[in-house]
């Protein structure tokens, strides 16, 4: 399965972009990268996935490497609900599961 | 984005009881259902793995027997926790696939909060 790396938190000023980093050294050529956020005591959130190409919607920006070896999760104007834990995920297509990771607990300040 | 309802949000049961939980996609059909579980301050763990019509594939060291799954239709998947243990307290989520495709997206439920007394 691959796996994905993140820090363990971060913290962002409000109104300035965060920049969220995940590693998957180890992802194969037909997997998707998925990021989700979860607010304390909720169900995860869907934020936006991507295979090679850079994505981008109505909440974040996805870029991924060239070699596909990690990506960043860029929300270009952090507000104060923007705070949460972060997850990266590669779908793992051989086992068909999403597999969690510790996450990147983000923190923004005012 | 899809919506997936779980219910209920929260129970309290008596140590030695059985408790079910609800799964529904609401505007979508779901052939597979995941369940995971969360303990506080940690990540989501993957109990299982749910098809419509067939048996749950369940995570290693996940008791079957005392977490019961059923995916009777599309929209529809059960967990039943079965005689409850104080340990058994923990935060259920279960989540929905959109499709077959490895583009397809989850969706999550909002979790259901399980306190065994």
């Known amino acids: 399965d691959a796996k994905t790396t993140q820090p363990p938190s971060m913290d962002c000023a409000e109104g300035r972009a965060a920049n969220l980093p995940c590693n998957h050294s180890?992802?194969?050529?037909?997997?998707?990268v998925y990021w989700y956020r979860q607010i304390h005591s909720q169900g995860p959130q869907y934020i936006i996935h991507?295979?090679?190409n850079n994505e981008t919607n109505e909440m974040a920006s996805l870029i991924i490497t060239e070699d596909r070896k990690s990506s960043t999760l860029i929300l270009p104007h952090a507000t104060l609900r923007d705070t949460a834990v972060y997850y990266c995920?590669?779908?793992?297509?051989?086992?068909?599961?999403?597999?969690f990771g510790t996450g990147t607990r983000l923190k923004v300040l005012a | 984005g899809a919506v997936v309802s779980q219910h209920p949000s929260r129970v309290i049961c008596k140590s030695g009881t059985s408790v079910k939980i609800e799964c529904r996609s609401l505007?979508?059909?779901?052939?597979?259902m995941f369940w995971y579980r969360q303990f506080p301050k940690q990540s989501l763990m993957l109990m299982a793995t749910?098809?419509?019509?067939?048996?749950?594939?369940?995570e290693q060291g996940v008791e079957k027997d005392k977490f019961l799954i059923n995916h009777a239709s599309l929209t529809l998947s059960t967990l039943t926790v079965t005689s409850a243990h104080p340990e058994d307290s923990s935060f259920y989520i279960c989540?929905?696939?959109?499709?077959?495709?490895?583009?397809?997206?989850?969706?999550f439920g909002e979790g259901s909060w399980l306190t065994v007394v």
């Open positions: 989540s929905a696939r959109t499709g077959q495709g490895s583009g397809n997206t989850i969706y």
């Open positions: 180890t992802i194969s050529g037909n997997e998707y």
């Open positions: 991507g295979l090679k």
């Open positions: 995920i590669v779908f793992t297509s051989g086992t068909y599961k999403y597999i």
């Open positions: 505007d979508f059909q779901a052939t597979t």
């Open positions: 749910s098809n419509e019509g067939s048996k749950a594939t369940y």
